[in-house]
């Protein structure tokens, strides 16, 4: 495991001499003019290239959807999987193949419906994978259906007068199943984004990384005040562990706690200080579910960067242990069957 570790979890800038185009396939990327899906994958070849891993340890599985796409356009191994399946896929390659980084591309709809129970079984067990999940608040491959990220009342070709089912919060459901990276970027920022990446890939255990993308034909502008360089700055918090949460263009905006919540501080108020403004802690579980809830409030910022990044033991990690521990080369396979709680009927 020790060598592993430094193989694979390593983020130093790659002496390998790789390039972005290094990870391009041959194959034409084909996504709407406009999609957001085209920085990320930018940023995704250009991350893996300043990784210090060779080419060959990396892999990249996905489900169904626009996102999914990504094996073909990645010069990795891939795996295109069928529609909900991708990290259960991921999961058993992971066991099988421990010596490879294995990410995950993945939609809203792919990710969080018909891929839920994976999803949060895989946070749970702190799977070793890098999961991507692309939030554009809709189905856009089977033509703009509500997602289950879809905002409230918003009318879709499946909910016509306007969907009536409150939307998964991703961050705080990744937060709640166990996940010990869970991040957030954009596809508008995608220096930042790539750099979540490869923070993501740096953590030992379950990365989630969600990124806000623009669905250009069926639900264009839906995250514009959060992704729009306008709007941003007053409208999103940018996370950094030991800082204050500050935010607004000019950094007058606070967040401190109201008893058990958060709420929102005018520094230029002298009634309040710099001192009352809560720190980042990206170790702390507790502040990571505060973070990611404020996602439901309107009147707070929404979090970007990483919310958390706890250490704890992998799934594979503890499963070595565990086999360390009772492996015996000279066990009958039947005996064990047997157990001790079984009987004969004559």
């Known amino acids: 495991m020790a060598q592993y570790n430094e193989i694979i979890h390593s983020n130093n800038t790659s002496g390998l001499g790789l390039d972005a185009k290094d990870f391009k396939s041959s194959a034409a990327v084909r996504w709407c003019a406009g999609c957001g899906n085209f920085s990320i994958l930018a940023m995704l070849q250009k991350a893996m290239s300043e990784i210090n891993v060779p080419k060959e340890k990396f892999a990249v599985v996905s489900g169904i959807g626009c996102s999914s796409r990504f094996p073909y356009y990645m010069d990795t191994f891939g795996y295109h999987t069928i529609h909900g399946r991708a990290v259960a896929m991921a999961c058993g390659m992971r066991l099988a193949r421990p010596d490879l980084s294995v990410w995950v591309t993945t939609g809203d709809g792919d990710c969080l419906s018909i891929g839920g129970n994976h999803f ?32 409230l009342g918003l009318k879709t070709k499946s909910s016509p007068l306007g ?81 204050p949460l500050i935010f607004g263009a000019d950094k007058k905006k606070g967040i401190k706690m109201d008893g058990a919540r958060p709420k929102v501080i005018d520094l230029t108020d002298s009634n309040h200080t710099i001192d009352e403004v809560l720190v980042h802690n990206n170790e702390d579980s507790y502040m990571a579910f505060l973070l990611a809830n404020m996602s439901y409030d309107v009147t707070m910022p929404r979090p970007m960067g990483v919310i958390l990044d706890m250490k704890i033991d992998t799934y594979l990690q503890r499963s070595e242990k565990q086999l360390a521990q009772y492996y015996d080369p000279n066990a009958d396979l039947m005996i064990l069957l047997k157990g001790d709680e079984s009987w004969e009927v004559v």
């Open 120 to 151: 949060i079984h895989a946070c749970r067990r702190n799977m070793n994978l890098n999961i991507l999940m692309f939030n554009n608040e809709i189905y856009s491959l089977t033509k703009g259906q509500q997602s289950p990220t879809s905002r």
């Open 163 to 243: 969907t009536i089912d409150d939307p998964f919060e991703p961050a705080t459901l990744a937060v709640g199943a166990g996940a010990t990276f869970v991040a957030r970027g954009m596809d508008a920022d995608p220096k930042s984004m790539k750099e979540l990446f490869k923070a993501a890939h740096s953590h030992q255990g379950l990365s989630f990384v969600e990124v806000y993308t623009n669905c250009v034909i069926f639900n264009d502008g839906a995250l514009k005040p959060f992704t729009d360089k306008a709007t941003r700055d007053e409208m999103t918090i940018w996370l950094e562990h030991g800082q």
